[in-house]
């Protein structure tokens, strides 16, 4: 098992910025993905950014230029630098990892951390 704890959510202004970590622990084999999703209420929850081992990273496009995904794999801990956030930002931010071992991978989640953006 693995456990994904989020912190760095909050309350900015539009403009601002944040940063959000997302530790794991537990029995970790190997993080292949490092991802972060969003979700508001009455919608699903929808892709951010995510990260390889490798470092590769890719992002929604909405956020592309605006938010940095990174990863320290000494920690094991990843990152989300979020800046020129906007009130469409709001959302409650949830970290994903994929741990893997002989082939095998199981997705782990977080609790999540609010996000609020206010104009």
């Known amino acids: 098992q693995v456990q994904l704890v989020e912190s760095g959510g909050g309350w900015v202004q539009a403009g601002g910025s944040l940063r959000l970590s997302c530790a794991a622990s537990?029995?970790?084999?190997?993080?292949?993905?490092m991802g972060w999703y969003r979700q508001v209420p009455g919608k699903q929850r929808e892709f951010v950014a995510r990260?390889?081992?490798?470092?590769?990273?890719n992002y929604a496009d909405s956020v592309k230029g605006r938010f940095t995904v990174s990863r320290d794999d000494a920690r094991n801990t990843g990152y989300l630098q979020m800046n020129s956030l906007k009130p469409e930002d709001t959302a409650v931010y949830y970290c994903?990892?994929?741990?893997?071992?002989?082939?095998?991978?199981?997705?782990?989640w977080g609790q999540g951390t609010q996000v609020t953006v206010s104009s």
């Open positions: 994903t990892v994929t741990n893997s071992r002989m082939g095998v991978s199981t997705d782990y």
């Open positions: 537990g029995t970790i084999y190997s993080i292949n993905y």
């Open positions: 990260i390889t081992r490798s470092g590769f990273t």
